[in-house]
């Protein structure tokens, strides 16, 4: 029988052990023991309940802090409601149990591609293989996109939709937020997003028999604006930290947000688009649903005038999203950030 496509298929069929395409080298090992897991030495909770009213500024210090140091943080009270959180986590777990030849209709390795199902990262271009498989969407605007999403299960595009719709409300509320603790207008960030887009991703990582051979996600930023993150109940994300890696347990109700590459562009290096990766697990398999908050292709980005004036400098050069998101999708998931490619000498 020939090898499937898909991981989760290949999973399913019954692996004792993990293919020697996914085997790391060496030193390029998860190393679970190393690994920072204590809750209390995980990165922040903020309550975005207090952004609208007398704590307002303390919520707004507390979201600085976390843009300087960890790049990432986790926020309650968010405002997106635990049905929509429940209806597309549900509607994730029933897509990827649908049958193979299902799933397989939405299947492509052209990351150009606005709608997709994939495995690993970028098939075309990595030397090693990654534990996942993964449904991408387009989603902003809704009308160019929602044609295109698989039409089973019956109301994925209608629960996707949904939750795609809130989620961006709550971005546009974080990127207020954020402005005002770089001390730029409230609508900065946003204006700077040409026509917006927005992505999202389905992630689906199934048991592994030898978790410390693989990743799930190896060490990447993200290249987008900010990340907002949904995980089911399965560890596996972690962030770097010191030079440690640091485990971010689940916390129901919760997401995690995340700066981008664009980000930490925009404040000209002050909030930092930080290392992460994705372990998987022997026992149970794990999904998770990115949503990626971009410029829209055209969009020009640099580092805000009004910070370059007051540190003397510019970090980076300007360029379009489109050069930039180009370049990261044709290196493989490199340690180095494509970043380095657009920094000023
Ligand atoms: C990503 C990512 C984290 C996770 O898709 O870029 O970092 O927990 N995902 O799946
Ligand atoms: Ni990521």
């Known amino acids: ?10 999973v399913s069929a019954g692996v004792e052990r993990v293919p020697a395409s996914y085997v790391r080298p060496l030193s ?41 140091t960890d790049g990432f943080f986790q926020i309650k009270n968010h405002g997106i409601p635990e049905s929509l959180i429940k209806k597309v986590m549900t509607v994730a777990r029933e897509f990827f149990r649908l049958p193979e030849s299902e799933r397989l209709k939405n299947y492509s390795d052209d990351p150009t591609k606005t709608t ?3 495995t690993s990262f970028n098939v075309k271009t990595e030397k090693v293989a990654n534990w996942r498989d993964f449904l991408r969407l387009h989603c902003y605007p809704l009308e160019d996109y929602i044609h295109d999403w698989p039409s089973n299960p019956l109301s994925f595009k209608q629960d996707v939709a949904d939750y795609c719709t809130c989620v961006r409300g709550l971005v ?9 603790s770089l001390d730029l207008e409230k609508d900065y960030i946003s204006k700077q997003m040409g026509k917006h887009a927005q992505h999202m991703a389905m992630n689906y990582y199934p048991p592994c028999p030898q978790p410390d051979l693989t990743f799930g996600l190896p060490g990447h930023t993200d290249p987008n604006l ?49 290392l992460h990766r994705v372990v998987v697990n022997c026992e149970r398999d794990r999904i998770s649903i990115p949503t990626f908050y971009c410029p829209s292709e055209e969009a020009m980005i640099g580092p805000a005038e009004e910070l370059v004036k007051r540190e003397g400098v510019a970090k980076y050069r300007d360029f379009t999203y489109n050069e930039y998101y180009t370049k990261f999708w044709d290196r493989d998931l490199a340690k180095e950030s494509t970043l380095d490619l657009f920094r000023t000498p």
């Open 172 to 180: 546009m509320r974080l990127l207020e937020a954020i402005s005002e």
């Open 226 to 274: 900010i990340t907002v993150l949904l995980q089911d109940d399965v560890r596996g994300l972690q962030v770097l930290r010191n030079g440690k890696w640091v485990a971010v347990d689940p916390i129901p109700n919760t997401f995690i947000i995340n700066i981008g590459d664009q980000m930490q562009v925009i404040s000209n290096d002050q909030y930092k688009s930080v």
């Open 116 to 118: 997709r199902l994939s």
């Open 28 to 68: 390029d090992r998860p190393n679970l023991v190393e690994v920072e897991t204590s809750p209390e030495g995980s990165i922040a909770l903020i309550d975005l309940a207090g952004l609208h009213g007398p704590d307002h500024s303390h919520v707004i210090s507390q979201l600085a802090i976390a843009c300087q």
């Open 1 to 10: 029988m020939a090898t499937p496509i898909l991981l989760t298929d290949l």
